[in-house]
């Protein structure tokens, strides 16, 4: 069992940045990539950034890359966010999965992951 608790969210002004934040707990020598993903409101949840537990690897959105960087310390996970915009709005949702794939377009895909936090919501404001 892995446990995830996300911290960091807020409201925010439109070009503003902020700092997620997500703990694990537990059997984290199990985990093999945390994800950050998002679910804005009446929208499907999607990946921002990905961080392989081992060697720090990570996998980006495509529209994400360049304003979001995911990093890892110990048992931490960030996700940092510059010039954020309204679109961005959305509960921030941290997951863990402890299963290995032999692609990395796996890590993109929700179904992926067997561990997940309560999410944060992060608001910008136009």
């Known amino acids: 069992q892995v446990e995830l608790v996300e911290s960091g969210g807020g409201l925010v002004q439109a070009g503003g940045s902020l700092r997620l934040s997500c703990v694990a707990t537990g059997r984290t020598q199990a985990t093999n990539v945390v994800g950050w993903f998002r679910q804005a409101p009446g929208r499907e949840r999607e990946l921002v950034a990905a961080?392989?537990?081992?060697?720090?690897t990570t996998y980006y959105d495509r529209d994400a890359k360049g304003r979001f960087t995911i990093s890892k310390d110990k048992n931490t996970v960030y996700l940092q966010s510059t010039s954020l915009k309204p679109e961005d709005t959305a509960v921030y949702y941290c997951?863990?999965?402890?299963?290995?794939?032999?692609?990395?377009?796996?890590?993109?895909?929700?179904?992926?992951?067997?561990?997940w936090g309560q999410g944060t919501q992060v608001t910008v404001s136009s």
């Open positions: 997951a863990v999965t402890t299963r290995a794939y032999w692609s990395g377009e796996y890590y993109f895909s929700e179904l992926s992951y067997n561990y």
């Open positions: 961080i392989r537990w081992s060697d720090g």
